[in-house]
DNA sequence: CCAAATTATTGACTCTGTCAAGAGCACTCC
DNA sequence: GGAGTGCTCTTGACAGAGTCAATAATTTGG
């Protein structure tokens, strides 16, 4: 019988990448905690498998990027951050306040947002939509902000 | 007469700012150079008064984007960029190859695009929309990624 | 099991941006 | 038009996020 470990190690290598043991541990970090980023990553994977170096965290971030295991979005004023709900082209939406992100899925459709009014003969390939707000309960608490006279 | 500047520094008192040299060399470079750097802002603004400490050129850009004179953005792997255009909410399209940067109007319409489909009780006050792809120089041009054997 | 090639570790380094203290201006009020 | 007050600029240290480069360790095909 196969383990999830020998499962996600085969899609590296269906995707020809080695499958080391950081790298299974990285996808397995980032599956298991959406929209962290690479240092919760590190922590994540180091509680598992002991220690791994910042490098191979970015290394291993990066391939899995690149090569469409994982996505990378990075907001205005925060680390980029990582997720495993690929292949959707689903957006995020970010509270100003606390910074909590959550997924929204298209409301244009399924293969969505891809054609802009004019395209000014770019050939677009992608189209990221970060919605910014206040969450729920920071709408509720009271306005750190304004709470110091 | 009135000249640009003596316009500009209405402009700032109006939103309740000091008028200074810095600040009106930082707007009237923002307004020149569209979707510049920090750094660029401070070359160009260097270039007309001589001398500008990064820390004032950080200032204004700041103060300035908080009052809504100018707007930032800030995409992926690039440092924060400025524009003047402001308040009708348009997008922006980037190369991914050269980092050119082009407006686009919002394909929805005036007051676009703050309709997700499921807000998740967020109260949301911005979309935020960046399209990625290649333009069209950089497709006619060979690849420099598959160009090295 | 071994050799070649890919990956990981280590540590220095870069790039953007921020903090804090003091000096210098801009604006207001007389 | 001059002086005071408070905002703004300069200076220099600092921090976070990420990258580079050389060496050591693993993976994997044969």
């Known amino acids: ?63 899995l990027a690149e090569n469409g295991l994982i996505r990378r979005i990075q907001p205005a004023g925060s680390p980029a951050r990582y997720e495993d709900r690929v292949g959707d082209n689903h957006h995020h939406l970010i509270c100003r306040r606390c910074g909590r992100m959550v997924d ?14 004019e395209d000014s003969g770019y050939e677009i390939d992608e189209a990221e939509v970060i919605y910014w707000g206040v969450c729920p309960d920071c709408r509720e608490a009271p306005h750190t902000d304004r709470a110091r006279p």
């Open 104 to 117: 929204v899925d298209c409301a244009v459709g399924a293969a969505p947002c891809l054609t802009a009014a």
């Open 1 to 63: 019988m196969k383990t999830v470990s020998d499962n996600q190690a085969d899609l590296l290598r269906r995707h020809g990448l080695q499958a080391t043991a950081q790298r299974l541990a990285v996808l397995r970090a980032v599956s298991e905690r959406p929209h962290g980023t690479a240092d919760d990553v590190a922590g994540a994977v180091r509680a598992r498998i002991g220690v791994i170096s910042r490098q191979a965290v970015y290394d291993a971030l990066g391939v």
